[in-house]
């Protein structure tokens, strides 16, 4: 669980003050203390303590109060260094400066052989002050050496909420239109909880929404245990236990502030008479630390004590930053950001130096320059004319100074075009006529802007384009309208780059005829080939066919074409001489294939048989309707040579099911005669009702369709209740509304029609005459079936 971290912080203040100054210090570290001006120098580099992530043994540091003259309280600045919860620091290990002296104000450190962490104090000048504090972090250092590390901490996450906060006003009081889109890339970038409902509010009033309640916004920066480990020690799952507590607030964010008044009761049992310490977070003001308070300082016994952090002692961990993209990048854009994750400390802090990004052009290493912009979650050239002067990049690495020390990566998904990078494939020739799809390849893709197809005449169009990869363009060029000729493809790309220029073919691709099949018999015949669109007529002998719909696929156009009359008169297995006219009045040769007469079904017979459930009165049915549930048998002769796949069967919907020998769904009765059989509920994977066709299946010749049944919904009528001397009775059961009329006699003289979405369980009727009735059903509403009553009651 992602908690934030400064609500932790503020309950530190609790142990230092005792009970009634604690309920004081609840709320977040929102008071300027005093302003500390410290420099590190290692191994003749000085840099400012702000600039520097972690100390080490051997760093000189200088330190100084900057306060202001008329200052009327004079403070000791301490310097001590720790060296572990169970080992108190020698005496050696602290210095002192007077603030309030011309000379001397500046304090002079050295970090010693084996300290672990750095604390700076300020102590109101009182007799033996120095000597006060130095004893009191030599008799309990354990608690000294947890504040060191969670007011760091919580420094560093003071620093990403203060980076935020004045980012978003400076959005909203400079570009306030932005502010809906920036702040979401600012808060993943800082690790800020965001409060999206703000987004929808009046734009006056979004930026005032966002900072709100500060002290909730921070969340855990990624890392690899969880901040209750890094600092305490303590296993997560005590954490939360203490946490749970209603002492601790059980809230969301409640382990942490549990493991701060744990701290803070370590610190409370602490005080003196003399002094209580006030904790400080240290966040940058340029090269200086300010020192943020949660509370007043006390100049009056116990005089405040303010106890900040200096950086952790020991190897600085290098940058685990990971590129924020997967997909290229463009370095040439003019908009270009190049987004980083888990990096909130770049954006938060000064620790990151010197930044570059080495790539290699033409062989060559070099390097760009890059700036970090906060508002957009990531680095961006800092000249785009450098980026200018760059081509034929693919991928970079970061480079730069954390801290003292250099460090190398993430690689960066970078990319920038080569000169004439681009060319055409397969070849140079494009077709008129039609839209046509133009592959690009070689060039960086995302630095591609925009297409222009310019004609002979000097007409232009803008084709539509993705990136089909990184280094692929799929163009469409929209040739529909365009003469055949030379044309010239311009390839825009962004920043500075030159125009890349691709010279083009168009001609009309002429329709190829590849084969034409007819069965005898048939009047419809198929065509094969490409560009079959330019197709007007073909004429096989005195049958002249005209074109129909075309299809494209892998293996080329296919179109089915429709005579007159049948195709009768040739000798079946004979290839005759065909001519297809095209649009354009040319004429193709093409031979024509007769085939052999395609197979035909005649039905023999068919029946229908279902079985009611029980208590459920009998339908009978006529011989061409077939109950959802029941089961279907028929016969069919096969005429013009044995059938050998199967027979497909479809519904209304366009559903088709097949039967075949091998699942025994068919079989044979002499050469010419084939039985079926059936369940209806179980021909396809849904429920069907109305006209059910079949066809007989011979490859790619199939028999015409023709009707076999029509499938029905059964009501389930369970009786005709009639009272004693009564002239109507109630004719009861389930889904009655599949009944359009009701009839005593065969030839519906007097119904009793029944309203379209009935949902009721019982239909009044006249007492019937007969044990029979008939029914009209809304799936079949021209078939009469027959209800066969039990004796009326």
Known sequence: MIRPLIPIFAAIALVLTGDALAQQQQGGFDLDGPVLSITVTRDGVTLPITAVPSLRAGDRLSAKALLPDTKSARYLLIGTFLRGAANPPPKDWFEHAETWKSKGNVLELTVPEGAEQALILLAPQTGGGFDAVRDGVRGRPGVFVRAAKDLHQASLDQARLETFVATVGTIADTRPGELATAAPLLAKALGIKLNTECLTRPRALQASCLTQNKETLVLQAQRGTTLAETLTGTP???????????????????????????????????????????????????????????????????????????????????????????????????????????????????????????????????????????????????????????????????QGKWGFDRFSGPRLPLVLDAPDAWHAEPDDMIVVGREHGLTLKGGAAACVSQLTLRDSKGSERHPAWTATAADAIEAKLPLGTAAPGAFTLTIARHGAAPMQRIALKGRVEASRLDRFVVHLGDREAVLRGSRLDQVAQLDVGEHRFAPGDVSRGEQGDRMTMRAETALTGLT????????????????????????????????????????????????????????????????????????????????????????????????????????????????????????????????????????????????????????????????????????????????????????????????????????TLFLRLHDAPDAIVGLTLSKPS
């Open 572 to 771: 079946p297995g004979k290839a005759v001489p065909a001519t297809a006219t095209l649009r354009d009045g040319r004429r193709l040769r093409v031979t024509a294939t007769i085939a052999p007469p395609r197979p035909s079904a005649t039905l023999i017979s068919r029946e229908a048989a279902y079985q009611p459930a029980q208590g459920v009165l009998p339908i009978a049915l006529p011989d061409a309707l077939l109950p959802e549930r029941g089961r279907l048998a028929f016969s069919f002769r096969v005429a013009n040579g044995p059938l050998r796949e199967g027979i497909e069967l479809a519904a209304k919907d366009g559903s088709v099911a097949r039967l075949d020998f091998a699942s025994g769904a068919l079989q044979r009765v002499g050469d010419d005669v084939v039985v079926a059989s059936a369940s209806a509920d179980k021909l396809f994977d849904h429920d069907v009702s109305g006209p059910l066709r079949f066809r007989l299946l011979n490859g790619d010749a199939p028999s015409d369709w023709q009707p076999l049944a029509h499938v029905v919904r059964l009501p389930e009528i369970t009786g005709v209740a009639c009272a004693p001397g009564e002239a109507e009775c109630a004719l009861s059961g389930r889904s009655l509304f599949l009944i359009a009329a009701i009839s005593q006699t065969a030839d519906f003289a007097d119904p009793v029609a029944v309203p379209i979405g009935f949902v009721g369980a019982s239909i009044a009727l006249p007492r019937p005459a007969g044990d």
């Open 236 to 398: 997560v799952d005590v954490a939360y236990r203490i946490a749970a507590t209603p002492e601790a607030g059980a809230g969301y964010y409640s382990p942490y502030i549990g493991l701060a008044r744990d701290v803070a009761r370590l610190f409370g049992a602490f005080r003196t008479a003399q002094y209580q310490y006030l904790p400080a977070l240290t966040v940058a003001r340029g090269d200086d630390l300010q020192l943020k308070l949660n509370a007043p300082p006390s100049f009056q016994n116990p005089r405040s004590v303010l106890l900040a952090p200096l950086p952790p002692i020991g190897v600085a961990t290098p940058p685990s930053w990971q590129p924020g993209s997967r997909t290229p990048i463009c370095l040439a854009r003019s908009d270009v950001t190049i987004p980083l994750d888990d990096a909130s400390l770049l954006f938060a802090t000064n620790y990151a130096r010197d930044l570059a990004i080495a790539v290699t052009v033409g062989g060559k290493p070099s390097e760009i320059p890059v700036l970090v912009d906060v508002a957009a979650g990531g680095l961006r050239p800092a000249s785009l004319d450098a980026v200018a002067a760059l081509t034929g990049i693919e991928g970079g690495v970061l």
